[in-house]
């Protein structure tokens, strides 16, 4: 059974920065994918970051670019996000999740096969 398992997260203000993390097992082989989503209230889910644990190739949403960045270690089976010059826009319950190939920023409305518990980032201003 596959099971992904979040940490990290919770309160930091505006120009600080935080990591989650995604710990994943239960996969059988080395071909998938970790992701990263983020849902503030009243707004629909947005993914922002992707990993493909196979060749490490990375996505990034435009609203994170230059500011976050994942990162997988494959011998933990643990995926990182870190986040950096946190704004307050980026206050959001965030998930980790996975699936057989990577999204971006056409495939991320379907994707996510499994998922993480979900954390609260709340950024003050």
């Known amino acids: 059974e596959v099971q992904l398992v979040q940490s990290g997260g919770g309160l930091v203000q505006a120009g600080g920065s935080l990591r989650l993390s995604c710990t994943h097992s239960g996969y059988s082989f080395d071909d998938y994918a970790i992701g990263w989503f983020r849902q503030a209230p009243g707004k629909e889910r947005e993914g922002i970051a992707c990993i493909s644990r196979s060749d490490g190739t990375t996505y990034y949403g435009d609203s994170v670019k230059g500011r976050f960045t994942i990162v997988s270690d494959n011998a933990k089976n643990v995926v990182y996000l870190q986040m950096n010059s946190l704004k307050p826009e980026d206050t959001a319950v965030y998930y980790c999740?996975?699936?057989?190939?990577?999204?971006?920023?056409?495939?991320?409305?379907?994707?996510?096969?499994?998922w993480g518990q979900g954390t609260q980032v709340t950024v003050s201003s």
């Open positions: 999740a996975s699936d057989l190939i990577p999204f971006d920023g056409h495939n991320a409305g379907a994707w996510g096969e499994y």
